[in-house]
């Protein structure tokens, strides 16, 4: 008996389909069914953020959802964020900013940055905390990476 379950979806633009144990989280599937490791994971229970992705355009912890509720969604990781070789208004502010030291918190954030920016073009310091409070960095004192969301949003309106 096969109780793996087709699981078809699209992800950064690009239509991934394979048959799943049910029990396959959605950040598995995607860094091992999909070869796309930008999602990372960290504490597997949904309280780090390292593994936040976009499903439908809206932020979800990829740690704790199935592949299997992702079937027929459009997905958008890290890696779906810049255009070719060029970084969004975001992403250059991080790097500008120095707002990522490991990395490892980083996919993350930008995700919850650009719901933040979507929803919000001029958000207050308080506010960009606020809404990455549940984003866990280890490295960088946050101030930086509230730095490169502020400059990123400043972008974004000229």
């Known amino acids: 008996m096969n109780d793996k379950q087709s699981v078809s979806t699209t992800i950064n633009g690009h239509v991934y389909t394979a048959d799943c144990e049910p029990r396959l989280t959605l950040a598995d599937f995607i860094r091992h069914q999909c070869g796309l490791t930008g999602t990372h994971l960290g504490c597997e229970h949904g309280v780090c953020g390292a593994c936040t992705i976009m499903v439908d355009g809206r932020t979800a912890r990829a740690c704790l959802m199935l592949a299997v509720q992702a079937d027929g969604c459009t997905?958008?990781?890290?890696e779906g964020m810049a255009d070719g070789d060029r970084l969004t208004p975001l992403q250059e502010a991080f790097w500008n900013n120095h707002g990522l030291q490991c990395g490892f918190c980083t996919p993350g954030m930008l995700m919850c940055a650009t719901e933040l920016l979507e929803s919000n073009p001029d958000p207050t310091a308080t506010e960009v905390r606020e809404r990455l409070s549940g984003n866990l960095c280890r490295?960088?004192?946050?101030?930086?990476?509230?730095?490169?969301v502020l400059e990123a949003a400043e972008?974004?309106?000229?």
């Open 139 to 148: 490295c960088t004192g946050y101030d930086s990476i509230v730095t490169s």
């Open 155 to 158: 972008k974004q309106r000229s």
């Open 75 to 78: 997905i958008t990781t890290v």
